[in-house]
């Protein structure tokens, strides 16, 4: 299982990003997908993620009410649409998936290589 995370970049204060995760080697759509990061010097995060079929939800404290995590079934893909971002959400972006298929309470196994993102005051 092989996840690429696209969509980085660099981006002022209060701008947008959306962040990107495919899945090749088996599919996406039957297994929970997430989102994690790590600030420079600093340990990797939890920062969203998302239920096999879509319903259920979880977000980071710090990113609540500004993330939104989704996915696309038919493009076999997940997003992290991240508005009003800030200098403290810079980070190397990383999505992850868990080993067992419609198991929301699992840890995530396969991690993306990571995607910058940088938010400039």
Do not use: H
Not at 9 to 30: D, E, Y
Not at 72 to 78: H, I, P, S
């Amino acid at each position: 299982v092989q996840l690429q995370a696209s969509g980085g970049g660099l981006v002022q204060a209060g701008g947008s990003l959306r962040l990107s995760c495919t899945t090749s080697g088996r599919t996406a759509n039957n297994y929970l997908m997430g989102w994690f990061r790590q600030p420079p010097a600093k340990e990797r995060t939890f920062v969203a993620k998302i239920s096999w079929n879509g319903n259920t939800k979880m977000y980071a404290d710090s990113v609540k009410g500004r993330f939104t995590i989704s996915r696309d079934r038919a493009k076999n893909a997940v997003y992290l649409q991240m508005n009003s971002l800030k200098p403290e959400d810079t980070a190397v972006y990383y999505c992850a998936t868990g080993a067992r298929p419609y198991v929301y309470n699992q840890d995530f196994t396969y991690w993306g290589q990571g995607t910058q993102v940088t938010v400039s005051s």
